[in-house]
Protein backbone atom coordinates (compact mmCIF):
# COMPACT_ATOMS: atom_id res chain seq x y z
CA UNK A 1 0.00 0.00 0.00
CA UNK A 2 0.97 3.09 -0.76
CA UNK A 3 2.74 4.97 2.50
CA UNK A 4 1.09 8.60 1.68
CA UNK A 5 -2.23 6.21 2.85
CA UNK A 6 -0.67 6.24 6.25
CA UNK A 7 1.10 9.58 6.45
CA UNK A 8 -2.58 11.27 5.78
CA UNK A 9 -3.92 9.13 8.68
CA UNK A 10 -1.33 10.35 10.96
CA UNK A 11 -1.81 13.94 9.75
CA UNK A 12 -5.87 13.91 9.47
CA UNK A 13 -7.07 11.36 11.87
CA UNK A 14 -10.52 10.92 11.33
CA UNK A 15 -11.33 12.88 8.20
CA UNK A 16 -9.46 9.87 6.86
CA UNK A 17 -12.30 6.93 6.72
CA UNK A 18 -10.25 4.06 5.55
CA UNK A 19 -8.17 3.32 2.72
CA UNK A 20 -8.02 0.03 0.24
CA UNK A 21 -6.08 -1.09 -2.37
CA UNK A 22 -7.22 -2.85 -5.25
CA UNK A 23 -5.31 -4.45 -8.22
CA UNK A 24 -2.02 -2.47 -6.93
CA UNK A 25 -3.75 0.90 -6.40
CA UNK A 26 -3.89 2.22 -3.28
CA UNK A 27 -7.34 4.57 -2.73
CA UNK A 28 -7.75 6.80 0.41
CA UNK A 29 -11.25 7.64 1.29
CA UNK A 30 -11.06 11.00 2.51
CA UNK A 31 -14.61 13.09 4.36
CA UNK A 32 -15.76 15.60 2.31
CA UNK A 33 -15.52 18.44 4.47
CA UNK A 34 -11.54 18.08 4.27
CA UNK A 35 -11.26 17.28 1.09
CA UNK A 36 -9.54 20.78 0.26
CA UNK A 37 -7.14 20.61 3.32
CA UNK A 38 -6.10 17.28 2.20
CA UNK A 39 -5.55 17.80 -1.49
CA UNK A 40 -3.69 20.76 -0.62
CA UNK A 41 -1.26 18.97 1.53
CA UNK A 42 -1.07 16.41 -0.40
CA UNK A 43 -0.01 18.56 -3.46
CA UNK A 44 1.97 21.03 -1.29
CA UNK A 45 4.11 18.89 1.42
CA UNK A 46 7.63 17.43 0.36
CA UNK A 47 7.98 13.93 0.25
CA UNK A 48 3.96 13.57 -0.99
CA UNK A 49 4.42 16.19 -3.83
CA UNK A 50 1.11 14.86 -5.96
CA UNK A 51 1.32 18.13 -8.36
CA UNK A 52 -0.17 16.46 -11.36
CA UNK A 53 -4.10 15.80 -11.06
CA UNK A 54 -4.41 12.91 -13.52
CA UNK A 55 -8.56 12.89 -13.45
CA UNK A 56 -11.79 13.82 -11.42
CA UNK A 57 -14.64 11.43 -11.99
CA UNK A 58 -17.63 9.68 -10.54
CA UNK A 59 -18.92 6.33 -9.12
CA UNK A 60 -21.98 5.18 -9.38
CA UNK A 61 -22.84 1.74 -8.19
CA UNK A 62 -25.59 -0.34 -9.31
CA UNK A 63 -26.47 -1.10 -5.56
CA UNK A 64 -28.55 1.78 -4.77
CA UNK A 65 -27.43 1.92 -1.10
CA UNK A 66 -23.82 2.30 -1.83
CA UNK A 67 -22.89 6.15 -1.63
CA UNK A 68 -21.48 7.90 -4.99
CA UNK A 69 -17.94 8.46 -4.78
CA UNK A 70 -16.20 10.98 -6.38
CA UNK A 71 -12.64 9.77 -7.61
CA UNK A 72 -9.15 12.17 -7.79
CA UNK A 73 -6.54 10.49 -9.33
CA UNK A 74 -3.23 12.06 -8.38
CA UNK A 75 0.33 11.65 -9.11
CA UNK A 76 3.78 12.93 -8.42
CA UNK A 77 5.25 13.41 -10.99
CA UNK A 78 9.24 13.83 -9.12
CA UNK A 79 8.44 10.38 -7.36
CA UNK A 80 6.16 8.28 -10.50
CA UNK A 81 3.46 7.50 -7.51
CA UNK A 82 -0.38 7.27 -8.29
CA UNK A 83 -2.76 7.65 -5.02
CA UNK A 84 -6.59 7.67 -5.64
CA UNK A 85 -8.79 9.86 -2.88
CA UNK A 86 -11.99 9.22 -3.16
CA UNK A 87 -15.15 10.86 -1.54
CA UNK A 88 -18.16 9.22 -0.71
CA UNK A 89 -21.74 11.09 -1.22
CA UNK A 90 -24.78 9.89 0.31
CA UNK A 91 -27.48 9.66 -2.71
CA UNK A 92 -30.08 10.70 -0.88
CA UNK A 93 -28.49 13.84 0.39
CA UNK A 94 -27.14 17.10 -1.54
CA UNK A 95 -24.34 15.96 -3.90
CA UNK A 96 -22.03 19.07 -3.23
CA UNK A 97 -18.46 18.84 -2.92
CA UNK A 98 -15.59 21.41 -2.49
CA UNK A 99 -14.00 22.63 -6.09
CA UNK A 100 -10.37 21.25 -6.66
CA UNK A 101 -9.81 24.00 -9.27
CA UNK A 102 -8.43 26.27 -6.65
CA UNK A 103 -5.57 23.74 -6.72
CA UNK A 104 -5.59 22.57 -10.14
CA UNK A 105 -6.82 24.59 -13.20
CA UNK A 106 -6.34 21.21 -15.12
CA UNK A 107 -9.84 20.12 -12.66
CA UNK A 108 -12.24 22.82 -14.50
CA UNK A 109 -13.67 21.17 -16.99
CA UNK A 110 -13.25 17.59 -15.53
CA UNK A 111 -15.38 18.71 -12.52
CA UNK A 112 -18.11 20.25 -15.10
CA UNK A 113 -17.96 16.95 -16.74
CA UNK A 114 -19.04 15.37 -13.69
CA UNK A 115 -21.56 17.97 -12.58
CA UNK A 116 -23.34 17.13 -16.39
CA UNK A 117 -22.85 13.32 -16.09
CA UNK A 118 -23.59 12.68 -12.26
CA UNK A 119 -25.29 15.84 -11.21
CA UNK A 120 -22.36 16.52 -8.35
CA UNK A 121 -22.34 20.38 -7.50
CA UNK A 122 -18.56 21.29 -7.13
CA UNK A 123 -18.47 24.74 -4.56
CA UNK A 124 -16.10 27.50 -5.61
CA UNK A 125 -16.44 26.34 -9.31
CA UNK A 126 -16.21 29.51 -11.75
CA UNK A 127 -18.07 28.44 -14.43
CA UNK A 128 -20.22 25.09 -13.44
CA UNK A 129 -22.43 24.76 -16.69
CA UNK A 130 -23.28 21.84 -18.58
CA UNK A 131 -20.48 21.04 -20.83
CA UNK A 132 -20.72 17.58 -23.02
CA UNK A 133 -24.46 17.93 -22.92
CA UNK A 134 -26.16 21.21 -23.39
CA UNK A 135 -27.25 23.46 -21.35
CA UNK A 136 -30.46 23.49 -22.04
CA UNK A 137 -30.65 19.80 -21.71
CA UNK A 138 -33.73 18.60 -19.22
CA UNK A 139 -33.62 15.25 -18.57
CA UNK A 140 -31.24 14.89 -16.09
CA UNK A 141 -27.62 13.22 -15.69
CA UNK A 142 -26.87 10.52 -17.95
CA UNK A 143 -24.54 8.52 -16.03
CA UNK A 144 -26.40 8.23 -13.18
CA UNK A 145 -28.16 4.84 -12.70
CA UNK A 146 -31.85 5.62 -12.51
CA UNK A 147 -30.82 6.94 -16.28
CA UNK A 148 -32.52 4.97 -19.10
CA UNK A 149 -29.59 4.08 -21.72
CA UNK A 150 -32.02 5.99 -24.02
CA UNK A 151 -32.58 8.96 -22.50
CA UNK A 152 -35.78 9.84 -20.43
CA UNK A 153 -37.73 11.65 -22.90
CA UNK A 154 -39.36 9.68 -25.75
CA UNK A 155 -37.48 9.59 -29.41
CA UNK A 156 -40.20 11.89 -30.95
CA UNK A 157 -40.10 14.49 -28.12
CA UNK A 158 -36.28 14.40 -27.90
CA UNK A 159 -36.83 15.31 -32.17
CA UNK A 160 -39.25 17.83 -31.33
CA UNK A 161 -37.36 19.48 -28.95
CA UNK A 162 -33.87 19.43 -31.28
CA UNK A 163 -35.61 20.56 -34.48
CA UNK A 164 -37.72 23.97 -32.04
CA UNK A 165 -34.34 24.81 -30.08
CA UNK A 166 -34.20 28.57 -29.78
CA UNK A 167 -30.58 29.32 -31.78
CA UNK A 168 -29.44 32.03 -29.34
CA UNK A 169 -30.42 29.64 -26.54
CA UNK A 170 -27.01 28.60 -28.18
CA UNK A 171 -24.91 30.92 -26.61
CA UNK A 172 -24.37 31.48 -22.85
CA UNK A 173 -25.54 34.61 -20.96
CA UNK A 174 -21.94 36.50 -20.98
CA UNK A 175 -21.49 35.22 -24.99
CA UNK A 176 -25.03 37.30 -25.64
CA UNK A 177 -24.03 40.14 -23.36
CA UNK A 178 -20.99 40.55 -25.50
CA UNK A 179 -22.31 40.50 -28.55
CA UNK A 180 -25.02 43.23 -27.19
CA UNK A 181 -27.67 39.95 -28.42
CA UNK A 182 -28.86 40.37 -24.65
CA UNK A 183 -31.35 43.26 -25.21
CA UNK A 184 -33.33 42.18 -28.43
CA UNK A 185 -34.11 38.82 -26.29
CA UNK A 186 -37.69 38.30 -25.21
CA UNK A 187 -37.98 39.20 -21.95
CA UNK A 188 -39.05 36.45 -20.73
CA UNK A 189 -36.43 34.51 -21.76
CA UNK A 190 -34.41 37.45 -20.96
CA UNK A 191 -35.61 37.01 -17.06
CA UNK A 192 -35.33 33.21 -17.00
CA UNK A 193 -31.44 33.92 -18.39
CA UNK A 194 -30.87 36.33 -15.55
CA UNK A 195 -31.94 33.82 -12.96
CA UNK A 196 -29.67 31.23 -13.98
CA UNK A 197 -32.45 28.91 -14.90
CA UNK A 198 -31.17 27.75 -18.50
CA UNK A 199 -33.21 24.18 -18.56
CA UNK A 200 -36.21 26.14 -18.63
CA UNK A 201 -35.63 28.29 -21.67
CA UNK A 202 -38.88 28.26 -23.80
CA UNK A 203 -38.48 26.56 -27.03
CA UNK A 204 -39.32 28.80 -29.91
CA UNK A 205 -42.55 27.59 -31.86
CA UNK B 1 6.78 63.95 -45.73
CA UNK B 2 7.92 61.98 -47.91
CA UNK B 3 6.15 60.87 -50.36
CA UNK B 4 6.98 57.24 -52.63
CA UNK B 5 5.58 56.60 -55.85
CA UNK B 6 5.17 53.66 -57.33
CA UNK B 7 4.31 52.91 -61.48
CA UNK B 8 1.46 50.84 -62.06
CA UNK B 9 -0.24 49.48 -65.08
CA UNK B 10 -3.60 50.12 -64.78
CA UNK B 11 -5.79 47.46 -67.18
CA UNK B 12 -8.03 50.48 -68.18
CA UNK B 13 -5.98 52.87 -69.99
CA UNK B 14 -3.10 52.89 -67.49
CA UNK B 15 -1.67 56.08 -69.00
CA UNK B 16 -1.73 59.31 -68.30
CA UNK B 17 -2.55 62.28 -70.32
CA UNK B 18 1.24 62.45 -71.69
CA UNK B 19 1.14 58.55 -72.13
CA UNK B 20 3.22 57.52 -69.38
CA UNK B 21 2.37 54.79 -67.07
CA UNK B 22 -0.42 56.30 -64.38
CA UNK B 23 1.58 56.92 -60.75
CA UNK B 24 -0.14 56.87 -58.01
CA UNK B 25 1.33 58.37 -54.78
CA UNK B 26 1.85 56.17 -51.80
CA UNK B 27 2.00 58.32 -48.37
CA UNK B 28 2.44 56.95 -44.61
CA UNK B 29 0.94 58.40 -42.09
CA UNK B 30 -2.07 60.06 -42.00
CA UNK B 31 -4.88 59.83 -44.52
CA UNK B 32 -8.36 61.30 -44.24
CA UNK B 33 -9.39 58.64 -41.05
CA UNK B 34 -9.95 61.65 -38.83
CA UNK B 35 -13.14 62.78 -40.43
CA UNK B 36 -14.60 59.54 -39.43
CA UNK B 37 -14.60 59.97 -35.98
CA UNK B 38 -12.35 58.33 -33.87
CA UNK B 39 -11.95 54.46 -34.05
CA UNK B 40 -13.89 51.99 -32.63
CA UNK B 41 -11.99 51.69 -29.60
CA UNK B 42 -13.29 49.23 -26.63
CA UNK B 43 -16.28 47.82 -29.02
CA UNK B 44 -15.82 43.99 -29.29
CA UNK B 45 -16.86 41.45 -31.26
CA UNK B 46 -18.06 38.48 -30.90
CA UNK B 47 -17.43 35.71 -33.39
CA UNK B 48 -18.62 32.09 -33.52
CA UNK B 49 -15.82 29.54 -35.24
CA UNK B 50 -17.53 26.10 -35.95
CA UNK B 51 -18.76 23.75 -35.29
CA UNK B 52 -18.43 23.03 -39.06
CA UNK B 53 -15.41 24.85 -39.60
CA UNK B 54 -12.06 23.23 -41.07
CA UNK B 55 -9.65 24.27 -39.01
CA UNK B 56 -11.07 23.66 -35.72
CA UNK B 57 -10.38 19.54 -36.03
CA UNK B 58 -13.80 18.77 -35.78
CA UNK B 59 -17.13 19.57 -33.98
CA UNK B 60 -15.59 21.88 -32.37
CA UNK B 61 -17.58 25.04 -31.44
CA UNK B 62 -15.04 28.13 -30.51
CA UNK B 63 -17.19 31.39 -29.54
CA UNK B 64 -14.34 34.00 -29.19
CA UNK B 65 -14.37 37.63 -28.31
CA UNK B 66 -12.45 40.09 -30.07
CA UNK B 67 -10.91 43.65 -29.85
CA UNK B 68 -9.88 44.11 -33.28
CA UNK B 69 -7.84 40.90 -34.66
CA UNK B 70 -6.52 40.33 -30.87
CA UNK B 71 -8.25 37.22 -28.99
CA UNK B 72 -9.76 38.37 -25.24
CA UNK B 73 -11.68 35.59 -24.55
CA UNK B 74 -12.78 32.09 -26.39
CA UNK B 75 -15.18 29.93 -24.81
CA UNK B 76 -15.12 26.65 -26.28
CA UNK B 77 -17.76 24.51 -26.33
CA UNK B 78 -17.47 20.73 -27.06
CA UNK B 79 -20.14 17.76 -26.77
CA UNK B 80 -21.60 17.54 -30.40
CA UNK B 81 -20.20 14.49 -30.85
CA UNK B 82 -21.06 12.86 -27.66
CA UNK B 83 -22.05 9.43 -28.23
CA UNK B 84 -22.50 8.38 -24.05
CA UNK B 85 -19.65 5.65 -24.63
CA UNK B 86 -19.01 5.47 -20.79
CA UNK B 87 -22.82 4.77 -20.48
CA UNK B 88 -22.63 2.55 -23.23
CA UNK B 89 -19.79 0.23 -21.73
CA UNK B 90 -22.39 -0.07 -18.65
CA UNK B 91 -24.45 -2.60 -20.72
CA UNK B 92 -21.39 -4.37 -22.53
CA UNK B 93 -19.08 -7.61 -21.82
CA UNK B 94 -15.59 -6.62 -21.59
CA UNK B 95 -14.76 -7.62 -25.13
CA UNK B 96 -18.00 -6.24 -26.38
CA UNK B 97 -16.59 -2.40 -25.31
CA UNK B 98 -13.76 -2.92 -27.41
CA UNK B 99 -15.09 -1.53 -30.84
CA UNK B 100 -16.08 1.54 -28.89
CA UNK B 101 -12.81 1.94 -28.09
CA UNK B 102 -12.11 2.16 -31.94
CA UNK B 103 -14.39 5.36 -31.39
CA UNK B 104 -13.30 7.03 -29.26
CA UNK B 105 -9.78 8.67 -30.37
CA UNK B 106 -10.68 7.30 -34.40
CA UNK B 107 -6.82 8.49 -35.40
CA UNK B 108 -4.87 5.87 -33.38
CA UNK B 109 -8.04 2.82 -32.55
CA UNK B 110 -5.15 0.26 -32.46
CA UNK B 111 -3.87 2.04 -29.04
CA UNK B 112 -7.21 2.69 -27.61
CA UNK B 113 -8.05 -0.93 -28.22
CA UNK B 114 -4.70 -2.08 -26.16
CA UNK B 115 -5.36 0.73 -22.85
CA UNK B 116 -8.43 -0.74 -22.65
CA UNK B 117 -7.37 -4.69 -22.77
CA UNK B 118 -4.71 -3.17 -20.70
CA UNK B 119 -7.01 -2.03 -17.72
CA UNK B 120 -9.60 -5.18 -17.73
CA UNK B 121 -6.33 -7.48 -17.77
CA UNK B 122 -5.35 -5.53 -14.53
CA UNK B 123 -8.35 -6.16 -13.21
CA UNK B 124 -9.18 -9.88 -14.09
CA UNK B 125 -5.34 -10.14 -13.24
CA UNK B 126 -4.43 -11.46 -16.11
CA UNK B 127 -0.90 -12.51 -17.67
CA UNK B 128 -0.47 -11.51 -21.04
CA UNK B 129 2.20 -13.84 -23.50
CA UNK B 130 5.14 -12.52 -24.77
CA UNK B 131 4.14 -12.39 -28.53
CA UNK B 132 1.22 -10.54 -27.63
CA UNK B 133 3.02 -7.93 -25.65
CA UNK B 134 5.00 -6.93 -28.39
CA UNK B 135 2.11 -7.33 -30.97
CA UNK B 136 0.29 -4.57 -28.54
CA UNK B 137 4.00 -2.59 -29.14
CA UNK B 138 3.65 -2.57 -32.22
CA UNK B 139 0.01 -1.64 -32.51
CA UNK B 140 0.61 1.51 -30.55
CA UNK B 141 3.91 2.56 -32.06
CA UNK B 142 1.67 2.23 -35.42
CA UNK B 143 -0.96 4.12 -33.55
CA UNK B 144 1.30 6.95 -32.65
CA UNK B 145 2.68 7.66 -36.24
CA UNK B 146 -0.77 7.50 -37.99
CA UNK B 147 -1.50 10.28 -35.38
CA UNK B 148 0.96 12.14 -35.45
CA UNK B 149 0.69 12.14 -39.49
CA UNK B 150 -2.32 13.34 -39.59
CA UNK B 151 -1.63 16.42 -36.75
CA UNK B 152 1.45 17.13 -38.75
CA UNK B 153 -0.89 17.20 -42.11
CA UNK B 154 -3.88 19.24 -40.83
CA UNK B 155 -1.60 21.65 -38.78
CA UNK B 156 -0.07 22.55 -41.77
CA UNK B 157 -2.65 22.89 -44.43
CA UNK B 158 -4.32 25.13 -41.60
CA UNK B 159 -0.88 27.35 -41.49
CA UNK B 160 -0.52 27.52 -45.31
CA UNK B 161 1.74 24.50 -45.91
CA UNK B 162 0.06 22.24 -47.89
CA UNK B 163 2.56 19.35 -49.15
CA UNK B 164 3.48 18.31 -46.22
CA UNK B 165 -0.23 17.08 -45.63
CA UNK B 166 0.18 15.06 -48.86
CA UNK B 167 3.38 13.75 -47.79
CA UNK B 168 2.29 12.66 -44.60
CA UNK B 169 -1.01 10.87 -45.70
CA UNK B 170 0.39 9.38 -48.44
CA UNK B 171 2.72 7.44 -45.14
CA UNK B 172 -0.73 7.23 -43.07
CA UNK B 173 -2.12 5.66 -46.09
CA UNK B 174 0.16 2.79 -45.94
CA UNK B 175 -0.03 2.07 -42.24
CA UNK B 176 -4.05 2.10 -42.97
CA UNK B 177 -3.09 -0.98 -44.96
CA UNK B 178 -1.13 -2.91 -42.97
CA UNK B 179 -4.18 -2.11 -40.44
CA UNK B 180 -5.96 -3.78 -42.84
CA UNK B 181 -3.80 -6.77 -43.36
CA UNK B 182 -3.62 -7.21 -39.74
CA UNK B 183 -7.57 -6.64 -38.69
CA UNK B 184 -9.37 -6.41 -41.68
CA UNK B 185 -10.48 -3.30 -41.31
CA UNK B 186 -8.77 0.18 -41.67
CA UNK B 187 -9.91 2.45 -38.79
CA UNK B 188 -12.27 0.45 -36.56
CA UNK B 189 -9.56 -2.27 -35.49
CA UNK B 190 -11.06 -3.94 -32.32
CA UNK B 191 -7.52 -5.46 -32.60
CA UNK B 192 -7.38 -6.52 -29.18
CA UNK B 193 -8.80 -8.89 -26.75
CA UNK B 194 -9.17 -9.14 -23.17
CA UNK B 195 -6.32 -11.51 -22.56
CA UNK B 196 -4.97 -11.74 -26.28
CA UNK B 197 -5.43 -10.49 -29.39
CA UNK B 198 -8.00 -10.56 -31.96
CA UNK B 199 -5.98 -12.26 -34.70
CA UNK B 200 -1.81 -13.08 -35.07
CA UNK B 201 0.48 -11.04 -37.70
CA UNK B 202 0.99 -12.82 -40.73
CA UNK B 203 4.83 -13.05 -42.48
CA UNK B 204 3.36 -10.75 -45.33
CA UNK B 205 2.76 -7.93 -42.42
CA UNK B 206 6.22 -8.31 -41.26
CA UNK B 207 7.43 -7.41 -44.60
CA UNK B 208 5.09 -5.14 -45.05
CA UNK B 209 6.22 -3.63 -41.83
CA UNK B 210 9.77 -3.61 -42.26
CA UNK B 211 9.79 -2.02 -45.45
CA UNK B 212 7.77 1.15 -43.84
CA UNK B 213 10.06 1.37 -41.41
CA UNK B 214 12.85 1.52 -43.85
CA UNK B 215 11.36 4.04 -46.01
CA UNK B 216 9.25 6.23 -44.00
CA UNK B 217 12.33 8.14 -42.13
CA UNK B 218 12.75 10.26 -45.64
CA UNK B 219 9.34 11.46 -45.34
CA UNK B 220 10.65 12.50 -42.14
CA UNK B 221 13.54 14.31 -43.12
CA UNK B 222 11.58 15.73 -46.15
CA UNK B 223 8.90 16.96 -43.90
CA UNK B 224 11.83 18.19 -41.45
CA UNK B 225 13.46 20.24 -44.56
CA UNK B 226 10.37 21.52 -46.02
CA UNK B 227 8.79 23.23 -42.64
CA UNK B 228 11.48 23.42 -39.55
CA UNK B 229 13.24 26.51 -41.04
CA UNK B 230 10.35 27.80 -43.34
CA UNK B 231 10.18 31.25 -42.89
CA UNK B 232 6.51 31.60 -42.23
CA UNK B 233 6.13 27.96 -40.41
CA UNK B 234 8.40 29.93 -37.90
CA UNK B 235 7.01 33.16 -37.50
CA UNK B 236 3.54 31.16 -36.77
CA UNK B 237 4.36 28.95 -34.30
CA UNK B 238 7.31 30.36 -32.54
CA UNK B 239 6.37 32.19 -29.07
CA UNK B 240 2.30 31.15 -29.79
CA UNK B 241 0.48 29.59 -27.17
CA UNK B 242 2.92 29.27 -24.79
CA UNK B 243 2.71 26.94 -21.37
CA UNK B 244 5.06 27.12 -18.74
CA UNK B 245 5.94 23.85 -17.43
CA UNK B 246 4.45 24.80 -14.25
CA UNK B 247 1.49 25.96 -16.05
CA UNK B 248 1.32 22.69 -17.85
CA UNK B 249 1.27 20.76 -14.96
CA UNK B 250 -1.59 22.68 -13.19
CA UNK B 251 -3.49 22.35 -16.04
CA UNK B 252 -3.03 18.46 -15.86
CA UNK B 253 -1.59 18.66 -19.82
CA UNK B 254 -0.21 15.68 -20.79
CA UNK B 255 2.09 14.10 -24.27
CA UNK B 256 3.63 16.12 -26.08
CA UNK B 257 1.32 18.61 -24.83
CA UNK B 258 3.18 18.41 -21.52
CA UNK B 259 6.56 17.84 -23.10
CA UNK B 260 7.17 20.92 -25.41
CA UNK B 261 6.64 22.81 -21.81
CA UNK B 262 9.75 20.85 -20.76
CA UNK B 263 8.42 18.71 -18.49
CA UNK B 264 10.06 15.17 -19.52
CA UNK B 265 7.35 12.52 -18.50
CA UNK B 266 6.37 10.20 -20.38
CA UNK B 267 3.95 7.39 -19.35
CA UNK B 268 5.95 4.44 -21.42
CA UNK B 269 9.18 5.17 -19.90
CA UNK B 270 8.03 6.64 -16.37
CA UNK B 271 5.59 4.09 -15.31
CA UNK B 272 6.00 1.26 -18.11
CA UNK B 273 3.49 -0.84 -19.26
CA UNK B 274 3.69 -4.04 -21.92
CA UNK B 275 7.57 -4.27 -21.79
CA UNK B 276 8.49 -0.29 -22.69
CA UNK B 277 10.96 -0.36 -20.23
CA UNK B 278 13.35 -2.64 -22.36
CA UNK B 279 13.47 -0.77 -25.63
CA UNK B 280 15.95 1.87 -26.21
CA UNK B 281 13.89 4.87 -27.17
CA UNK B 282 14.48 8.83 -26.19
CA UNK B 283 11.86 10.97 -24.71
CA UNK B 284 12.23 14.48 -26.75
CA UNK B 285 11.29 17.49 -24.57
CA UNK B 286 10.58 21.06 -25.52
CA UNK B 287 11.77 24.08 -23.66
CA UNK B 288 9.80 26.67 -24.70
CA UNK B 289 6.48 24.77 -24.56
CA UNK B 290 5.35 26.80 -27.78
CA UNK B 291 3.60 25.70 -30.98
CA UNK B 292 6.88 25.14 -32.21
CA UNK B 293 7.81 23.01 -30.03
CA UNK B 294 4.86 20.67 -29.71
CA UNK B 295 5.85 20.37 -33.60
CA UNK B 296 9.43 19.53 -33.05
CA UNK B 297 8.78 16.65 -30.14
CA UNK B 298 5.87 15.33 -32.15
CA UNK B 299 8.29 15.07 -35.29
CA UNK B 300 11.30 13.30 -32.61
CA UNK B 301 8.81 10.96 -31.58
CA UNK B 302 8.09 9.76 -34.66
CA UNK B 303 11.31 9.20 -35.40
CA UNK B 304 11.43 7.02 -31.77
CA UNK B 305 8.46 5.24 -32.81
CA UNK B 306 10.24 3.56 -35.96
CA UNK B 307 13.09 3.15 -33.72
CA UNK B 308 11.03 0.85 -31.31
CA UNK B 309 8.88 -0.42 -34.26
CA UNK B 310 12.31 -1.91 -35.39
CA UNK B 311 13.35 -3.32 -32.21
CA UNK B 312 10.02 -5.08 -31.87
CA UNK B 313 9.91 -7.01 -34.84
CA UNK B 314 13.75 -7.93 -33.92
CA UNK B 315 12.24 -9.69 -30.48
CA UNK B 316 9.24 -10.50 -32.08
CA UNK B 317 9.15 -14.24 -31.08
CA UNK B 318 7.34 -17.75 -31.98
CA UNK B 319 4.51 -18.64 -29.68
CA UNK B 320 1.11 -18.05 -28.60
CA UNK B 321 -0.92 -14.92 -28.84
CA UNK B 322 -3.70 -15.55 -26.30
CA UNK B 323 -3.58 -16.70 -22.96
CA UNK B 324 -4.04 -20.45 -22.21
CA UNK B 325 -7.65 -19.85 -20.22
CA UNK B 326 -10.46 -21.64 -22.30
CA UNK B 327 -12.78 -18.91 -20.21
CA UNK B 328 -11.38 -16.21 -21.78
CA UNK B 329 -10.44 -16.79 -24.79
CA UNK B 330 -13.15 -18.03 -27.93
CA UNK B 331 -11.87 -21.49 -29.25
CA UNK B 332 -11.60 -21.62 -33.33
CA UNK B 333 -15.37 -21.69 -34.76
CA UNK B 334 -14.02 -25.74 -36.40
CA UNK B 335 -13.46 -26.29 -32.62
CA UNK B 336 -16.78 -24.90 -31.21
CA UNK B 337 -18.55 -27.16 -34.13
CA UNK B 338 -17.30 -30.23 -33.19
CA UNK B 339 -16.14 -30.21 -29.60
CA UNK B 340 -18.66 -29.98 -26.91
CA UNK B 341 -16.47 -28.61 -24.43
CA UNK B 342 -15.27 -25.75 -26.68
CA UNK B 343 -18.90 -25.25 -27.46
CA UNK B 344 -19.70 -24.85 -23.94
CA UNK B 345 -16.84 -22.34 -23.30
CA UNK B 346 -17.77 -20.33 -26.52
CA UNK B 347 -21.64 -20.29 -25.29
CA UNK B 348 -20.95 -19.30 -22.25
CA UNK B 349 -18.54 -16.32 -23.46
CA UNK B 350 -20.74 -15.48 -25.83
CA UNK B 351 -24.03 -15.26 -23.53
CA UNK B 352 -22.72 -14.15 -20.28
CA UNK B 353 -19.23 -12.96 -20.97
CA UNK B 354 -16.26 -12.91 -19.21
CA UNK B 355 -16.72 -11.59 -15.31
CA UNK B 356 -13.96 -9.48 -13.23
CA UNK B 357 -13.88 -10.25 -9.93
CA UNK B 358 -14.99 -7.00 -7.52
CA UNK B 359 -12.16 -4.12 -7.63
CA UNK B 360 -11.17 -1.37 -9.35
CA UNK B 361 -8.20 -0.39 -12.05
CA UNK B 362 -6.90 2.38 -13.50
CA UNK B 363 -4.34 1.97 -16.91
CA UNK B 364 -3.00 4.96 -17.90
CA UNK B 365 -0.92 4.43 -21.71
CA UNK B 366 0.90 7.32 -23.57
CA UNK B 367 -1.39 8.12 -26.28
CA UNK B 368 -0.43 9.54 -29.25
CA UNK B 369 -2.47 12.60 -28.03
CA UNK B 370 -1.45 12.41 -24.24
CA UNK B 371 -2.02 10.08 -21.40
CA UNK B 372 -4.90 7.93 -21.78
CA UNK B 373 -6.80 6.40 -18.84
CA UNK B 374 -8.93 3.49 -18.36
CA UNK B 375 -10.42 3.32 -15.07
CA UNK B 376 -12.69 -0.01 -14.60
CA UNK B 377 -14.97 -0.90 -11.75
CA UNK B 378 -16.56 -3.99 -11.17
CA UNK B 379 -18.99 -5.74 -9.15
CA UNK B 380 -18.44 -8.80 -9.70
CA UNK B 381 -20.37 -9.13 -13.04
CA UNK B 382 -19.45 -9.61 -16.38
CA UNK B 383 -20.30 -5.65 -17.21
CA UNK B 384 -18.33 -2.81 -15.36
CA UNK B 385 -20.10 -0.83 -13.13
CA UNK B 386 -18.30 2.28 -14.58
CA UNK B 387 -15.93 2.59 -17.33
CA UNK B 388 -14.37 6.25 -17.39
CA UNK B 389 -12.09 6.81 -20.22
CA UNK B 390 -9.54 9.80 -19.25
CA UNK B 391 -9.35 11.82 -22.46
CA UNK B 392 -6.06 13.09 -23.29
CA UNK B 393 -7.38 15.47 -25.98
CA UNK B 394 -10.44 16.78 -23.83
CA UNK B 395 -7.75 17.71 -20.88
CA UNK B 396 -5.33 19.01 -23.40
CA UNK B 397 -8.01 20.98 -25.06
CA UNK B 398 -9.63 22.95 -21.86
CA UNK B 399 -5.71 24.62 -21.54
CA UNK B 400 -7.23 26.67 -25.18
CA UNK B 401 -7.92 29.36 -23.50
CA UNK B 402 -5.24 30.15 -21.53
CA UNK B 403 -2.90 29.72 -24.78
CA UNK B 404 -5.13 31.79 -26.57
CA UNK B 405 -5.96 34.53 -25.01
CA UNK B 406 -4.27 37.81 -25.82
CA UNK B 407 -2.82 36.08 -29.39
CA UNK B 408 -4.47 37.38 -32.83
CA UNK B 409 -7.18 35.40 -34.68
CA UNK B 410 -5.21 33.84 -36.62
CA UNK B 411 -2.69 32.34 -33.55
CA UNK B 412 -5.79 30.86 -32.16
CA UNK B 413 -6.41 28.50 -34.69
CA UNK B 414 -2.71 27.30 -34.70
CA UNK B 415 -2.77 27.32 -31.27
CA UNK B 416 -6.02 25.01 -31.17
CA UNK B 417 -3.92 23.21 -34.27
CA UNK B 418 -0.98 22.13 -31.72
CA UNK B 419 -3.68 20.71 -28.70
CA UNK B 420 -3.90 17.94 -31.08
CA UNK B 421 -7.57 17.17 -30.71
CA UNK B 422 -9.79 14.50 -31.73
CA UNK B 423 -13.62 15.17 -31.49
CA UNK B 424 -14.62 11.46 -30.85
CA UNK B 425 -12.30 11.51 -27.77
CA UNK B 426 -13.29 14.97 -26.47
CA UNK B 427 -17.07 14.58 -26.69
CA UNK B 428 -17.10 10.41 -26.21
Known sequence: ?205 | MSKRTIAVELATPGLDPQGRPARIPLAAGVGPLEQYGEPDAGEHMLINIGPQHPATHGVLRLVVELDGETVVRVIPHVGYLHSGFEKLGEYRHYNQIIPLTDRTDYLSPMANNVGFALAAEKLMGIEITPRCTVLRVIACEMSRIISHMVWLGTTSIDLGAFTPFLWAFQERERIYNLQEMWTGARLTTSVTRVGGMMADITDDFVAGLRQFIDTYPKTLYEIDRVLTRNAVWVGRTQGVGVMTAQEAINYSLSGPMLRASGVPYDVRRDQPYLDYDSYEFDVPVGEHGDVYDRYLVRLEECHQSNRILRQALERLADGPVNVADPRMILPPKSRAMSDMEAMIYHFKQVMEGVKAPVGEAYVGIENPKGELGTYLVSDGTAKPVRWRIRPPSFINLAALPKMAEGHLLSDLIAINASVDIVMGEVDR
Open chain 1, 1 to 205: MNPSADALRATFGGAIARAAESCGDTIVYVDRAALLAVMAWLRDTPGQQYDYLVDVTAVEYRDRERPLEVVYNLRSLARRTDLRVKVELDLRGDLAIDSVVPLWRGADWLEREVYDMFGVTFRGHPDLRRILMWETYAEGYPLRKDFPLRGRFSRAEQVRQALNANPEAHYSMEELSIAEAHDELPPDMRERLRRGERDKIPYSE
